[in-house]
């Protein structure tokens, strides 16, 4: 039993009332434009917003970016990350960057659709090949092309990792997609299986 | 130094036997004083319906807080970003270790205690456990059997409510059960799959656990949200907040004392009697000293040896009640975490539908019919069977629309696992003792554990893999893996002994009333008292104990004898 995804699992029902002053208060401050120094440079925003909505584009339901995925990823790189996760992190998005720019010409916003999903598609497949990259180096150190490479798709790979849980477990998403509920008059160990059931 | 009025009885702690204790003592007349050391706690304080939308951090914890107040305490699955606020501060609250035997201690000082934050699983021991000490001769004999137990563990079960089903093993009793929770479709098909292929001794049945699947007692049942460790504010699982201290409050009997940190035990030695405690208040750091007729030690099983280590005095220079010298050994916690888990093929069109706060477990197979391994005693597993939703989609190929659909509609495989729990042996050279140097934020020195897993533990350990990989293949699962744990002791949170019950004065610290052998009116009724560990998890065997040693007090009070 994995206590951890209970956790996740819970219901949605909470009362407003209920929501930590702390946790609300920054993310009031983040609503507001709010950016701590440590946090992204807006080329690496606009970079995590781009393969952020690759990942999860628009549907019938939000993309990540229309549920705040790009303030959450900043908020961890800022607030969350002790230095021997940012830097190597922060090193890989720019290298990434420096690739798309060098490759295509221009930034990874800038390029159309099609290569954009070009391009996540490489990432994704180096990821699912089991080459996941190296650590990268800090920012500011120059890389050698193939140090480049591994730092963009390890950067990648924990970027995905960040935009699925912050799409996830957004208040929109929570309610409107998954329609998470809280309360049951039972547990049900077999209930049959119907896609977009609530949670 | 404040005197205040005698108590017919004091209970040191607030949590899973402190409320028990209160409220055996209380109802059976007598005016108890309930000390606990940390701030009370209402309903309102728990969070278990906040939203990862609510948390900063959506449930990753605020670093700040747990790196700067709770180094240790994160460790455990609890101590996240809502739930830190049941675990103490580090720093106020030391202790220390060898350097190479690392032991965690996690602790709540709360009204409560860890009461709130508890693994709700209770199992009752059986004779196999009662017997082992004698039979291999690891520790001493107990001085009980199951069924001067049994009584006591029925009364514990009618008041707090265990799901479970009957299963007639004898190394697991049944207990009074309320209707037992769903076994996953997953976990009936393992579970017939494993009793086929193993002869039927290895059992898998649904967890035992001490929350309500109907109204009970006054309290709702549950209602399937998920995060128990963050409180609950039905009171469905058991804790003493919400269930033995009302009770005891009920009887207008109970003084309920929070920010009370009990610095000592007072020796009287004219009449061999404690004559009450000492206690430092948390919040003004004044002494002050209560007198009782009784002192029950509820403050779980470290902390009550601390206590009476504290408590030294000329007639006993090496710690209360400790005329055995066996005060601060045979410590003991239970090795936990290895087994495996694999891919269940199938299944696609079932799902769970709310959150179950119990899992399976397969009762002990190992030494049980006959001696059969490298090993003494044996272990329990833990477990259950989900599927990842949208929580594999990190590590999942993809991404774009049919990705984003498919981890909103599909809810990926379903995976079983287990892990084990083992016993441990009880071991002299497992100890408590007090740090020379080293105190707390009231000045009270810290305790200084040095508790190891020796070979018997490691031997189980890696048997727990193997016959865990063995049954998921059984049940047919693929992609089998195992896993070992590396965990140190304390982290499974059953820490145990340091106060063992026994048979003669000599070779224990309490009798087999949980009654000190050296002073009367001084009983121990936390995990201290264990004299062997068995592989269950033990709070049901300290609440009944704790309530057979109340009855048992008031009893021999009633005769004049205490």
């Known amino acids: 039993m994995n206590r951890r995804d209970l956790l996740r699992a819970a219901g949605a029902t909470a009362a407003i009332s209920l929501v930590p002053r702390a946790a609300e208060a920054a993310w009031a401050r983040i609503a507001s434009g709010y950016r701590g120094t440590a946090g992204l440079t807006p080329a690496q925003r606009a970079l995590v917003a781009g393969v952020a909505d690759v990942i999860l584009p628009r549907t019938d339901t939000p993309s990540a970016t229309?549920?705040?995925?790009?303030?959450?990823?900043?908020?961890?790189?800022?607030?969350?990350?002790?230095?021997?996760?940012?830097?190597?992190?922060?090193?890989?998005?720019d290298a990434l960057d420096a690739q798309v720019r060098a490759e295509r010409g221009r930034a990874f916003g800038d390029l159309d659709a099609n290569a954009q999903r070009?391009?996540?598609?490489?990432?994704?497949?180096?990821?699912?090949?089991?080459?996941?990259?190296?650590?990268?180096?800090?920012?500011?150190?120059t890389l050698t092309p193939e140090l480049q490479v591994r730092a963009a798709r390890a950067a990648y790979r924990r970027l995905k990792g960040l935009v699925i849980h912050g799409y996830f477990t957004s208040q929109r998403v929570e309610r409107e997609v998954l329609r998470v509920?809280?309360?049951?008059?039972?547990?049900q160990g077999a209930a049959e299986h119907r896609p977009g059931a609530a949670r | 130094m404040t005197r205040r009025e005698p108590y017919d009885a004091i209970v040191v702690g607030s949590g899973i036997t402190g409320g028990w204790a209160a409220k055996e003592l209380t109802e059976r007349g007598l005016r108890t004083l309930v000390l606990?050391?940390?701030?009370?706690?209402?309903?309102?304080?728990?969070v278990e319906h906040v939203r990862p939308y609510q948390m900063k951090f959506r449930g990753f914890g605020d670093p700040e807080v747990l790196r700067r107040d709770h180094p240790i305490q994160r460790e455990c699955y609890a101590c996240d970003e809502m739930g830190h606020k049941f675990f103490v501060n580090d720093h106020e609250n030391p202790y220390t270790t060898p350097g190479d035997a690392p032991?965690?201690?996690?602790?709540?000082?709360?009204?409560?205690?860890?009461?709130?934050?508890?693994?709700?699983?209770?199992?009752?021991?059986?004779?196999?456990?009662?017997?082992?000490?004698?039979?291999?001769?690891?520790?001493?004999?107990?001085?009980?059997?199951?069924?001067?137990?049994?009584?006591?563990?029925?009364?514990?079960?009618?008041?707090?409510?265990?799901?479970?089903?009957?299963e007639g093993l004898p190394q697991l009793p049944d207990g009074e059960f309320l209707p037992p929770m769903e076994m996953t479709v997953v976990e009936r098909h393992a579970r017939d799959r494993i009793l086929a292929a193993f002869g039927g001794e290895r059992v898998m049945t649904i967890g035992r656990a001490a929350v309500l699947t109907r109204d009970h007692n006054g309290r709702k049942a549950c209602h399937y949200c998920g995060p128990c460790e963050r409180g609950c504010v039905t009171f469905s699982y058991f804790s003493s907040i919400g269930a033995t201290l009302p009770a005891a409050h009920r009887t207008g009997r109970l003084t309920l004392r929070p920010n009370s940190v009990v610095a000592e035990v007072l020796y009287d030695p004219t009449g061999a009697r404690v004559r009450g405690v000492r206690v430092i208040d948390a919040q003004t750091m004044q002494d002050v000293e209560f007198e009782g007729r009784v002192v029950f030690l509820c403050a779980s099983a470290i902390e009550s040896v601390r206590l009476l280590l504290n408590s030294k005095n000329a007639a006993f220079p090496d710690g209360l009640a400790n005329s055995s010298g066996t005060l601060g050994k045979y410590v003991m916690d239970h090795?936990?975490?290895?087994?495996?888990?694999?891919?269940?093929?199938?299944?696609?069109?079932?799902?769970?539908?709310?959150?179950?706060?119990?899992?399976?477990?397969?009762a002990r197979f190992r030494n049980v019919r006959r001696a059969e391994k490298n090993f003494l005693r044996g272990y329990g597993m833990q477990g259950g069977s989900s599927r990842a939703g949208w929580g594999r989609g990190g590590s999942m190929p993809g991404y774009g629309a049919a990705f984003k659909q498919s981890l909103t509609d599909d809810l990926g495989g379903w995976r079983l696992s287990a892990s084990g729990w083992g016993e441990t042996l009880p071991d002299v050279r497992n100890t408590i003792t007090l740090d020379p140097v080293v105190k707390d934020k009231w000045g009270i020195p810290a305790a200084r554990l040095d508790v190891r897993w020796r070979e018997n533990e490691r031997a189980m350990d890696e048997d727990m893999q193997?016959?865990?990989?063995?049954?998921?293949?059984?049940?047919?699962?693929?992609?089998?893996?195992?896993?070992?744990?590396?965990?140190?002791?304390?982290?499974?949170?059953?820490?145990?002994?340091?106060?063992?019950?026994?048979?003669?004065?000599?070779?224990?610290?309490?009798?087999?009333?949980?009654?000190?052998?050296?002073?009367?009116?001084?009983f121990i009724t936390d995990g201290a008292a264990m004299a062997s560990?068995?592989?269950?998890?033990?709070?049901?065997?300290?609440?009944?104990?704790?309530?057979?040693?109340?009855?048992?007090?008031?009893d021999a009070m009633n005769r004049g004898e205490l």
């Open chain 1, 118 to 141: 070009e391009i996540v598609g490489g990432l994704d497949d180096a990821m699912t090949l089991g080459n996941r990259g190296g650590r990268g180096q800090a920012a500011g150190s």
């Open chain 2, 36 to 46: 606990e050391a940390g701030p009370p706690v209402t309903k309102d304080d728990f």
């Open chain 2, 466 to 522: 193997t016959a865990c990989a063995e049954m998921l293949e059984a049940a047919g699962c693929t992609n089998v893996r195992t896993h070992g744990s590396s965990n140190p002791p304390g982290h499974c949170i059953h820490e145990m002994g340091g106060a063992r019950m026994s048979r003669t004065r000599d070779e224990g610290v309490v009798n087999r009333w949980n009654q000190a052998w050296d002073v009367k009116n001084l």
């Open chain 1, 66 to 93: 229309d549920v705040g995925v790009t303030e959450w990823v900043d908020l961890i790189v800022a607030e969350y990350d002790t230095d021997d996760v940012r830097v190597p992190f922060l090193a890989g998005l």
């Open chain 2, 335 to 362: 090795h936990y975490g290895s087994g495996a888990s694999g891919d269940m093929p199938g299944f696609l069109d079932k799902r769970t539908i709310g959150s179950r706060p119990n899992g399976i477990y397969i």
């Open chain 2, 103 to 166: 032991f965690r201690w996690f602790r709540g000082r709360q009204v409560g205690g860890r009461s709130i934050t508890w693994g709700r699983q209770v199992y009752r021991w059986s004779d196999l456990d009662f017997e082992a000490n004698a039979k291999d001769g690891h520790g001493n004999d107990w001085p009980v059997r199951y069924a001067d137990i049994a009584p006591w563990y029925a009364h514990v079960e009618r008041f707090i409510g265990v799901t479970g089903a009957v």
């Open chain 2, 533 to 554: 560990s068995a592989c269950q998890n033990p709070s049901i065997t300290y609440m009944a104990f704790t309530a057979r040693a109340a009855a048992y007090a008031v």
């Open chain 1, 181 to 187: 509920r809280t309360s049951f008059p039972t547990f």
